[in-house]
């Protein structure tokens, strides 16, 4: 059961790719509209947390509507939604439009290889960790990949990719949401320095 609400909760996290993509394709990159687009949504997200914790009639509604797919923590927390709208306001604020770009994908695409990769195939544990080697290097493949075809400088692409890697990696208590697009898009934009 827990690998099938993972594979059915990582499929939906594959789909925020749409954010990226309609960032760069359909809004061509307009930074204000974007983030005006992205702030609307994230505030509706807010109010709807904060209902569904203060009341407990939508909070049922609510857990019946999502609870295949809600971790145990987001029970009595904000949804990772809410947090990749955040941080995906933060990366279109902040970032190269390429960067952002490439750093919203990684989210999607690393965080959910590394976790449907680990789950179903990984045997070595990272230092006394639940990550796997083969779900983290599945992080970086498939992020390096990406970027790669997105990014024109393949040094860019492969410190993005890493950087997305450390933070799926490491267990800082922040969500990976917020955590893997805003330290590779930092990386990517020191690393754009100095290429």
């Known amino acids: 059961m827990h690998k ?14 749409v954010i990226p993509f309609t960032y760069r394709y359909l809004l061509a990159e307009k930074r204000k509209l974007s983030f005006s687009i992205l702030f609307a949504i994230f505030v509706i997200s807010l109010i709807v947390e904060f209902y ?27 949804t990772g939604a809410t947090y990749l709208l955040f941080s995906s306001m933060l990366c279109v604020a902040f970032f190269d439009p390429s960067i952002a770009f490439c750093a919203l ?8 290889f590394a976790a449907l990769v ?26 390096l990949a990406f970027g790669i075809f997105f990014l024109d400088q393949p040094w860019l ?39």
């Open 4 to 17: 099938i609400r993972e594979a059915l909760r990582k499929s939906i996290h594959f789909s925020s790719l």
């Open 52 to 78: 569904r914790l203060w009341q407990p009639s939508f909070r049922r509604f609510f857990h019946r509507l999502f609870g295949l797919i809600l971790r145990r923590h987001e029970y009595k927390d904000f």
């Open 157 to 195: 692409a492969f410190w993005g990719a890493l950087s997305a890697t450390i933070a799926e990696f490491c267990n800082v208590p922040i969500d990976d949401n917020i955590k893997i697009p805003i330290f590779s898009g930092l990386t990517m934009s020191l690393v754009a320095i100095f290429i």
């Open 105 to 112: 994908a990684f989210l999607s695409i690393g965080d959910t």
């Open 118 to 143: 680990g789950i179903n195939i990984g045997k070595r544990k990272l230092l006394g960790t639940n990550k796997t080697l083969e779900g983290s290097l599945a992080c970086f493949v498939t992020c």
